[in-house]
Structures are given as structure tokens and as C-alpha cells.
């Protein structure tokens, strides 16, 4: 099945740094989501790219949907502390028969203040 | 705009028995998914369906889990009897569409003791 490999696992950064996270997959997908999800809450949708190339921002936060439609990631700049929190990408191939969305396995970033 | 809604939040119940959980989309949302989500793990797709209608239920243990959205609207997920590898956060989601924006709830914590 579509597999899909989120890096790093972890970060540890100072608040004010950037940040870049990505996720690959051995698959090709037509929309890339990313998602941000605190402690005992569900996941909150933060962008999403639909096509080859697109690269979509979200206030401090830029999305890139890779060319070969095979992997994606994710910027944050600025850091602030309440962007601590598990980030996760998800590919999705398209139409009903396929529209499962598939995740990550997160990153988890902490802001040091 | 009201959000993706379930119930409970949190649930606690021991092997063997009997638990369910409840979901009502955002208004209008004909895509409705349940995720699984083993801790430090990203959520996995248990069952989606496009309006009443399943679309991909290949990934639910189906000696166990059940799941039915009567009238295309609210869901509801059972699993009987319980197993300890259940324990798990049950999220629900919901999208206008079957390829795009997948909009999530806070989740059900499940224990199984």
C-alpha cells in the first residue's frame, strides 16, 4: 500500500528559528495536506496543494507540492511557541475510489522561548 | 460554522465488551471518514464513506468493527467485542468533496483494560 515517510521525526528549535519538514512517498499523489494536531485534539487542517509544483503559503507557513507529485514539505518561519505541536502531511490520489487520505508519521517540534 | 462533533470524548471500557462511538459532520459534507490513531502514530483510515454509501472500508477489522451512516449525515463506529490493541484515539472527519480539505474532531479516547 501507499507508504509515506515524514522527516525529521523530531525538532528541537529555538523560537525565532525557521523550520523545514517533508514528506516522501513511494507513490504519486494529487493533493498534499498538511496538519498540525495538539495534545487530545484532533488534527487542524493548515494547507493544502493540489497541483505539481504549487507552492501555497499560510501566514508564517509555506507549503510546496513537489514536481514529481511524490513528495511535499512544509516551512514555518518565525517560530513562535504555539507552533508546538505534531505536524503531519497526508497524500491523497484523487477521485472516490481513491480519495483515501494517507499520513505520516508526524514530526514533532518543540519551541524553546 | 459548526466543526466535525463526536462523542464521547473519552471512553474506558475492558476486553470483551462493547463500545461506540458518534460522529456528525459539518453540514453538507458528503465525505465521512474514521481514522484510528495509536499513539506516536499518524492516523490510519478504518472506513469512508460518500454519503451513505461505503467507499473504502479495507482497512477495518471487520470481525470486529462496524460502522453505518444512515440518511448520509451522522455515523456511528462499533467494535465488539474489545481487544487491548484497540486502545486508540477515534477520529472522525468529514469533506464537501471526496478528493480535498478533510476536516476533522477532537477525537474519542478509547482505553481497553
Known amino acids: 500500500g501507499q507508504q509515506l515517510n515524514q522527516s525529521p521525526q523530531s525538532m528541537f528549535i529555538q523560537e525565532g528559528e525557521d523550520v523545514s519538514m517533508n514528506c516522501t512517498s513511494s507513490?504519486?499523489?494529487?493533493?498534499w495536506l498538511w496538519y498540525k494536531q495538539d495534545p487530545g485534539e484532533g488534527p487542524v487542517l493548515l494547507i493544502a496543494?493540489?497541483?505539481?509544483?504549487e507552492l501555497t503559503s499560510n501566514g508564517r507557513l509555506t507549503a510546496q507540492f513537489g514536481i514529481t507529485r511524490k513528495d511535499s514539505f512544509l516551512n514555518i518561519s518565525a517560530s513562535i511557541p504555539s507552533d508546538v505541536g505534531i505536524y503531519f502531511c497526508?497524500?491523497?490520489?484523487?477521485?472516490?475510489?481513491?480519495?483515501?487520505?494517507?499520513f505520516g508519521e508526524g514530526t514533532q517540534l518543540t519551541v524553546n522561548p | 460554522e459548526a466543526g466535525v462533533a463526536q462523542s464521547p470524548r473519552y471512553k474506558i471500557i475492558e476486553k470483551r465488551q462493547s463500545v461506540a462511538f458518534w460522529c456528525n459532520p459539518i453540514?453538507?459534507?458528503?465525505?465521512l471518514y474514521w481514522y484510528q490513531q495509536i499513539l506516536g502514530q499518524g492516523p490510519k483510515l478504518l472506513i469512508q464513506?460518500?454519503?451513505?454509501?461505503?467507499?473504502?472500508d479495507s482497512q477495518l477489522p471487520k470481525d470486529r468493527f462496524s460502522a453505518e451512516r444512515l440518511k448520509g449525515v451522522d455515523s456511528t463506529l462499533k467494535i465488539q467485542p474489545a481487544k487491548l490493541e484497540d486502545s486508540a484515539v477515534y477520529l472522525c472527519?468529514?469533506?464537501?468533496?471526496?478528493?480535498?480539505?478533510?476536516?476533522f474532531g477532537q477525537g474519542t479516547r478509547l482505553t481497553v483494560v
Open positions: 507513490s504519486i499523489f494529487n493533493t
Open positions: 497526508a497524500g491523497q490520489l484523487g477521485e472516490t475510489s481513491g480519495s483515501r487520505l494517507t
Open positions: 464513506f460518500q454519503n451513505n454509501g461505503v467507499v473504502d
Open positions: 496543494l493540489y497541483k505539481a509544483g
Open positions: 453540514s453538507g459534507h458528503a465525505t
Open positions: 472527519a468529514s469533506s464537501l468533496l471526496p478528493q480535498g480539505k478533510a476536516f
